[in-house]
């Protein structure tokens, strides 16, 4: 029997699934890591840290399965955005700055002031925001210009843990088109942007498809794993890519809809589109397929705050009624009807990406009268973080179409109300897979297809399991057609404000 | 020893106090009655359950004091804008309608809409809004046709109590101005607001000033009240003008602010003036002193609806440690900074009259981030009723220059971090006098000039005992100083979002 192990390389953690070729799992091992912010703005990870962790989480679920055969293939899905300057000896000369870093952020603020980030949008699909490593570039050459000239490499997390095992230096097309560094069109490293953050093409890995696969492990990493040494590296794709692939988003039409910690919401087209506001990414991944899409902050961290800060006696209530505590929140705010009698929140307590790119952006509520209680509230807060969702859907629309069919995972499925909520406000059926660790089970599927195993991506639909449908209810999605221009309109009115307030709060509070 | 009786016929209740003449209070007594709110938008009274509340009342502070001496003097405050159809024989029609009936909005709003309620308001200083009998007059005539023809006589309801104790039908300056059937300038009734209103001057009673006193009480009600047959009646003033006068507040550019369950901004000028927004009234009250200022729907009442929807556990806490849970609210607040780390609340839960003049305006809260609590909150809801407060005082400012001195009273004073909070956000020293029932003891004052023992309203003050002063601290008006300009925007911002979020409020809420 031969094994595939695929792993997902995340912003806290590495997730490695060991499964054999009829997608049958074997083990499960999750290896976390600290995420360094010295200063708010920070977000670092150690590079070396990580690699270890892919080690141990590989080595974990080898020796729990107890194979009778071979690991053919590890298949890599990994964070996006990540970057790490390496000196002429591959060796790191930072900690990686993953997508949370927001240093950078001056330098996205300029381009998209002065139009140039517009520019480089429309050549390269990054959206513009200091997650990118195209203005990370910029934030070091300007202010750490001695690292900058020192780095004979600048890679991404991905890249640097591959070249670790193999010795080889080699960048997958959906990672590298994450980086702002890649032409959409010609699907190569971009003049404009290389000339721009002064990186030179001898710097950057060789590109190479989502299925390229090679041999080479050294011998150590190996036998400290317990695989062969002839096991193959299929280089996989982006976490972003692979999780909508591994919820069997394949066809164009389909929208793949996370919502855990942070939320996103992508579709695949087949050729690439540009939002003339520039409010989703679009990253060629393979041939003929496009990811389009956009990253939000304020996904389920947004419920854990009105959790935390409205609800603190509730959890206790929770506890001598043995029922968790988020599900406590969903039975309240099913006490209070559909569009939270009249009242409207807007989740952007993190600063919000998608639809806004707008690091400044704050929440609120709107609509008080004296009849509302926390109940609204939390209604309000659920119904708030979906209306964000649809509101980044419509603009997807606007590049790829009515949307076919919404397929959801993520930690919010567990709430049925905020499930059907979603539908409601869609007014779409949403279909949550049974599917499990959607990450890690795409990057094995490319694995089989790097060895030719399998050959259409659309057959990943037979390892998916049964699915939840939820249908939208016509009285209840009436209420939210009323609210939802309102909803649009008021971050539309709010935008104005965004930049004073943001400002006060970094002048006033930042210093406690 | 010669005794005066100062009665305030107010909303939910009648306060009477009797005073000796040197001031001193003997008894006070408070008979309160029902508002009937059969329908969301009507608020109205039974005129005759008043009138014995005034009977029992005075009745109660007479047998409590034991006097060696006699009453001379009943002088009258009352609450302003009510309005009752009474027969040819004096007898109501209707239950009184109270300032808080909003059944004539769609009037208001044509005429807002139209641009005549600005005309009106430049002749009669009733600002745009349901409350002016004005509106009342054309919603009854429109919609109560048969009641509107059988009328006879159109008064409030403290001509309708001196009728029934005296026979005589007369209406003070000061209401007959809060109708808005009173020419600013020359002080009579004004013929195009008659017109308008279909109403004859002959329906009206006879116009008197506020000194006005005449004999001739109802034996059978002097005999229950246990005063003699030739006590004097004076007319006094409204609620407003005289709580205005009794915290001393009399000198041009002297605000006198209340914050009880709603509040009021005030201030006398000395010649009629006009807000080219029709933000303020202006209601003459004597040669010379005409009462500019601006009635708040939103007052302690929002910091009551925090208390009730956001602090139901922290009530159990202040129980148990024996502390008030409205002073608990304030020490929550004290535990954030001024400026509530950029949290901004707009208190408009009840529709607002100044300085919006819209019953469709809604609360918010704007600003959040993660750090934000609880604590946060009801710091904001406090600052926010103050900056509400302090954009009405600007746009006072306009029409009556800087504030000499801001004298404060009401429930709120209860709170040193409350009132100290205006001190900053006003950046002026706040005057808290010891006063007690300012509006009985200026109609107690007045009825002393009418007899002749005091000729300058200013000797008031002689009555108002110690004084707190609350200074404005630098530091943090500094804060407020940020903050405030950005609360002053988002007032306009959420303005074109007031009548959808409204329309759909009653639209799939009011049933319930
Ligand atoms: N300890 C306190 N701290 C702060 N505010 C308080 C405190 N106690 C009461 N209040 C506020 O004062 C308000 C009541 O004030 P007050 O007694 O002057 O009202 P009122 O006379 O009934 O109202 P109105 O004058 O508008 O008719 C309450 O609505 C409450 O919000
Ligand atoms: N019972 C529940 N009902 C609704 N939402 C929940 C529930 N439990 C967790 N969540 C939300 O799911 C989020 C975590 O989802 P998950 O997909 O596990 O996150 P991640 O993969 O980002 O760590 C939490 O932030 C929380 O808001």
Redesign the interface.
């Known amino acids: 029997m031969d094994y595939i192990i695929g792993i997902d390389v995340g912003t806290t953690s590495t997730k490695a699934l060991l499964y054999d070729t009829d997608g049958k799992i074997y083990a499960k091992a999750n290896k976390g890591y600290i995420l360094y912010q010295d200063t708010p703005d920070m977000a670092e990870e150690d590079p070396d840290e990580i690699f270890n962790a892919t080690l141990s989480a590989m080595q974990e679920v080898v020796s729990k399965s107890d194979l009778d055969g071979k690991v053919v293939a590890i298949s890599w899905s990994a964070q996006q955005h990540s970057l790490i300057a390496l000196d002429e000896n591959h060796k790191p000369l930072m900690r990686t700055m993953t997508w949370a870093d927001n240093r950078a952020e001056r330098y996205a603020a300029k381009y998209k002031q002065n139009g140039r980030g517009l520019e480089f949008y429309k050549r390269t699909g990054l959206p513009i925001h200091p997650m990118g490593p195209f203005y990370k570039l910029l934030w070091l050459k300007n202010e750490k210009p001695d690292l900058f000239k020192k780095a004979a490499y600048w890679v991404g997390i991905k890249e640097y843990i591959i070249w670790r095992y193999t010795g080889v230096l080699k960048e997958e097309v959906s990672m590298a088109a994450a980086t702002g560094l890649l032409n959409m069109k010609s699907v190569q490293w971009d003049d404009e942007a290389l000339k721009e953050t002064g990186v030179k093409p001898s710097q950057l890995p060789e590109l190479v498809d989502t299925t390229d696969k090679f041999q080479g492990i050294h011998p150590e990493y190996a036998k400290v794993m317990g695989v062969d040494e002839d096991v193959y590296f299929v280089m996989g794709a982006t976490d972003g890519a692979l999780s909508t692939i591994g919820v069997g988003a394949i066809d164009t039409g389909v929208l793949a809809i996370n919502i855990g910690t942070s939320a996103a919401i992508r579709t695949f087209v087949d050729k690439p589109v540009i939002d003339p506001k520039a409010r989703l990414y679009c990253y060629p991944i393979m041939k003929g397929k496009y990811l389009v899409g956009g990253p939000i902050n304020n996904g389920g961290?947004i419920l854990n705050?009105a959790h935390d800060?409205?609800f603190?006696?509730e959890q206790e209530a929770a506890k001598l009624l043995d029922i968790d505590s988020y599900d406590m929140l969903s039975r309240i705010a099913a006490t209070v009807?559909a569009?939270s009698?009249?009242l409207?929140f807007h989740p952007y307590?993190?600063g919000e990406r998608a639809p806004l790119w707008d690091a400044n952006a704050?929440?609120?509520?709107?609509?008080?009268?004296?009849?509302?209680?926390?109940a609204h509230m939390i209604r309000a807060v659920m119904e708030g973080i979906m209306y964000n969702l649809y509101s980044v859907s419509l603009a997807l629309k606007e590049v790829s179409g009515e949307p076919k069919a919404v397929l959801a995972a993520g930690g919010f499925a567990r709430s049925q109300l905020w499930t059907q909520m979603m539908a409601d406000i869609f007014e779409n059926d949403i279909i949550i897979p049974e599917s499990y660790e959607s990450g890690s089970l795409a990057a094995m599927f490319l694995a089989k297809m790097a060895l030719g195993m399998e050959d259409n991506l659309a057959d990943i639909k037979k390892y998916l399991g049964k699915e939840n449908r939820y249908q939208p209810n016509e009285e209840t999605f009436a209420?939210y057609r009323?609210?939802i221009?309102?909803y649009i309109?008021?971050s539309r009115?709010?935008s104005?404000?965004y930049k004073?307030?943001?400002d006060?709060?970094r002048?006033?509070?930042d210093g406690k």
Chains 1, 2 share one sequence.
Request: charge should be positive; hydrophobic fraction near 35%.
């Open positions: 961290i705050w800060s409205l603190g006696a009807p569009g009698d009249g409207i307590l993190g704050r929440g609120s509520f709107f609509g008080l009268n004296r009849k509302h209680t926390r209420r009323k609210l221009p309102i309109r008021l009115d709010f104005t404000e004073d307030i943001a006060y709060q002048e006033f509070t």
